[in-house]
Protein backbone atom coordinates (compact mmCIF):
# COMPACT_ATOMS: atom_id res chain seq x y z
CA UNK A 1 0.00 0.00 0.00
CA UNK A 2 1.39 3.61 -0.63
CA UNK A 3 2.63 5.06 2.53
CA UNK A 4 0.24 8.06 2.31
CA UNK A 5 -2.74 6.13 2.17
CA UNK A 6 -1.41 3.51 4.71
CA UNK A 7 -0.75 6.44 7.11
CA UNK A 8 -4.08 8.16 6.45
CA UNK A 9 -5.77 4.87 7.06
CA UNK A 10 -3.56 4.02 10.09
CA UNK A 11 -4.58 7.68 11.58
CA UNK A 12 -8.24 6.90 11.04
CA UNK A 13 -7.64 3.91 13.37
CA UNK A 14 -5.59 5.78 15.99
CA UNK A 15 -8.01 8.34 16.41
CA UNK A 16 -11.04 6.33 16.84
CA UNK A 17 -9.61 3.26 18.68
CA UNK A 18 -6.02 4.20 19.94
CA UNK A 19 -5.29 8.13 20.49
CA UNK A 20 -2.31 7.31 22.36
CA UNK A 21 -0.87 6.11 19.02
CA UNK A 22 -1.48 9.09 17.13
CA UNK A 23 1.79 10.26 18.29
CA UNK A 24 3.79 7.81 17.15
CA UNK A 25 2.06 7.37 13.80
CA UNK A 26 3.24 11.04 13.60
CA UNK A 27 6.94 10.56 14.94
CA UNK A 28 9.95 9.35 13.35
CA UNK A 29 9.17 5.64 12.25
CA UNK A 30 5.44 6.70 11.03
CA UNK A 31 5.53 3.81 8.43
CA UNK A 32 6.60 1.10 10.27
CA UNK A 33 3.84 2.09 13.30
CA UNK A 34 1.15 2.67 10.76
CA UNK A 35 1.89 -0.38 9.01
CA UNK A 36 1.66 -2.33 12.49
CA UNK A 37 -2.20 -0.63 13.64
CA UNK A 38 -3.47 -1.22 10.04
CA UNK A 39 -1.87 -4.77 10.01
CA UNK A 40 -3.40 -5.93 13.22
CA UNK A 41 -6.31 -4.32 12.78
CA UNK A 42 -7.45 -6.17 9.17
CA UNK A 43 -6.03 -9.44 11.14
CA UNK A 44 -8.99 -8.52 13.79
CA UNK A 45 -11.30 -7.93 11.21
CA UNK A 46 -10.66 -10.30 8.76
CA UNK A 47 -10.76 -7.34 6.32
CA UNK A 48 -8.10 -6.48 3.46
CA UNK A 49 -8.11 -2.43 3.79
CA UNK A 50 -7.97 -0.02 6.93
CA UNK A 51 -11.23 1.40 5.76
CA UNK A 52 -13.28 -1.68 6.09
CA UNK A 53 -11.41 -2.15 9.44
CA UNK A 54 -12.60 0.70 10.51
CA UNK A 55 -16.05 0.29 9.69
CA UNK A 56 -16.27 -3.04 10.84
CA UNK A 57 -15.01 -2.40 14.49
CA UNK A 58 -17.29 0.35 14.50
CA UNK A 59 -20.22 -1.94 13.69
CA UNK A 60 -19.22 -4.51 16.34
CA UNK A 61 -17.50 -3.53 19.62
CA UNK A 62 -15.80 -7.16 20.44
CA UNK A 63 -13.46 -6.35 17.32
CA UNK A 64 -12.78 -2.74 19.00
CA UNK A 65 -12.15 -4.96 22.69
CA UNK A 66 -9.50 -7.76 20.06
CA UNK A 67 -8.02 -4.59 18.72
CA UNK A 68 -7.39 -2.69 21.19
CA UNK A 69 -5.56 -6.31 23.34
CA UNK A 70 -3.49 -6.96 20.62
CA UNK A 71 -2.12 -3.28 20.35
CA UNK A 72 -1.78 -2.70 23.98
CA UNK A 73 1.96 -4.20 23.82
CA UNK A 74 2.54 -2.64 20.11
CA UNK A 75 1.72 0.74 22.24
CA UNK A 76 3.78 -0.13 25.15
CA UNK A 77 6.93 -1.02 23.50
CA UNK A 78 6.74 2.60 21.37
CA UNK A 79 6.27 4.49 24.46
CA UNK A 80 8.67 2.87 26.49
CA UNK A 81 11.47 3.29 23.28
CA UNK A 82 9.98 6.89 23.47
CA UNK A 83 10.51 7.32 26.96
CA UNK A 84 14.16 5.87 26.37
CA UNK A 85 15.24 8.25 23.90
CA UNK A 86 14.21 11.53 26.02
CA UNK A 87 15.60 10.20 28.76
CA UNK A 88 18.81 9.37 26.87
CA UNK A 89 18.67 13.28 25.62
CA UNK A 90 18.25 14.25 29.44
CA UNK A 91 21.26 12.19 30.59
CA UNK A 92 23.16 13.88 27.88
CA UNK A 93 22.41 17.26 29.08
CA UNK A 94 23.45 16.10 32.69
CA UNK A 95 27.45 14.64 31.36
CA UNK A 96 28.00 18.21 29.44
CA UNK A 97 27.21 20.03 32.67
CA UNK A 98 29.09 17.65 34.74
CA UNK A 99 32.11 17.72 32.23
CA UNK A 100 31.68 21.77 32.39
CA UNK A 101 30.19 22.71 28.82
CA UNK A 102 27.17 24.67 28.96
CA UNK A 103 24.88 24.04 26.85
CA UNK A 104 24.58 27.31 24.63
CA UNK A 105 22.73 25.79 21.76
CA UNK A 106 19.47 25.20 23.98
CA UNK A 107 19.72 28.81 25.32
CA UNK A 108 20.16 30.05 21.59
CA UNK A 109 17.05 28.36 20.22
CA UNK A 110 14.83 28.82 23.30
CA UNK A 111 15.72 32.45 23.20
CA UNK A 112 15.21 32.59 19.95
CA UNK A 113 11.91 30.96 20.06
CA UNK A 114 10.72 33.33 23.25
CA UNK A 115 12.14 36.42 20.92
CA UNK A 116 9.78 35.21 17.65
CA UNK A 117 6.79 34.68 19.94
CA UNK A 118 6.92 38.62 21.21
CA UNK A 119 7.44 39.62 17.25
CA UNK A 120 4.39 37.76 16.24
CA UNK A 121 2.04 38.89 19.01
CA UNK A 122 2.87 42.58 18.55
CA UNK A 123 2.99 41.63 14.23
CA UNK A 124 -0.88 40.23 14.81
CA UNK A 125 -1.68 42.93 17.40
CA UNK A 126 -0.51 45.91 15.07
CA UNK A 127 -1.65 44.50 11.94
CA UNK A 128 -4.39 42.73 12.49
CA UNK A 129 -6.87 44.80 10.94
CA UNK A 130 -4.78 44.96 7.52
CA UNK A 131 -4.14 41.68 6.69
CA UNK A 132 -6.34 38.46 5.07
CA UNK A 133 -7.76 36.19 6.91
CA UNK A 134 -5.41 33.17 5.70
CA UNK A 135 -2.39 35.47 6.67
CA UNK A 136 -3.88 36.18 10.18
CA UNK A 137 -4.84 31.93 11.02
CA UNK A 138 -0.75 31.29 9.20
CA UNK A 139 0.52 33.47 11.32
CA UNK A 140 -1.42 32.53 14.48
CA UNK A 141 -0.67 28.77 13.62
CA UNK A 142 3.30 29.91 13.93
CA UNK A 143 2.69 31.42 17.18
CA UNK A 144 1.00 27.94 18.52
CA UNK A 145 4.18 26.16 17.22
CA UNK A 146 6.37 28.49 18.99
CA UNK A 147 4.51 28.01 21.76
CA UNK A 148 4.50 24.45 21.78
CA UNK A 149 8.36 24.77 21.32
CA UNK A 150 8.45 26.60 24.59
CA UNK A 151 6.27 24.36 26.44
CA UNK A 152 8.71 21.37 25.25
CA UNK A 153 11.85 22.78 26.49
CA UNK A 154 10.48 23.57 29.84
CA UNK A 155 8.99 19.86 30.18
CA UNK A 156 12.56 18.55 29.29
CA UNK A 157 14.27 20.50 31.65
CA UNK A 158 11.75 20.55 34.10
CA UNK A 159 9.19 17.37 33.75
CA UNK A 160 5.68 18.02 32.94
CA UNK A 161 3.94 15.96 35.56
CA UNK A 162 3.48 12.95 38.57
CA UNK A 163 2.04 11.41 35.36
CA UNK A 164 5.73 12.19 33.28
CA UNK A 165 7.84 11.17 36.58
CA UNK A 166 5.92 8.00 36.56
CA UNK A 167 6.70 7.07 33.05
CA UNK A 168 10.41 7.93 33.27
CA UNK A 169 10.35 5.23 36.27
CA UNK A 170 8.75 2.83 33.99
CA UNK A 171 11.49 3.82 31.14
CA UNK A 172 14.01 3.16 33.47
CA UNK A 173 12.92 -0.35 34.41
Same mark, same amino acid.
Given at each position: ?????????????? &?????????????????????????????? #?? #?????? %??? %???????? *????? &? /??????????????????? %?????? &??????? /?? !? +?????? #?????? *????? !???????????????????? %?????? &???????????????????????? +??
Amino acid at each position: MVAPLLIAGAMALA &KEFLPGMVKHIAGDKAGEVAQSVVDVAQSV #TG #TSSPDD %ALV %AMQADPSL *VIDYK &K /HMASVQAELDKAYLVDRQN %ARDRDV &KLKQAGY /HN !Y +RADIML #TLAFVC *VVALV !YFLWEARLDMPDQVFAALNM %ALGMLL &KMIGDAFQFEFGSSRGSKEKDMIG +RQ
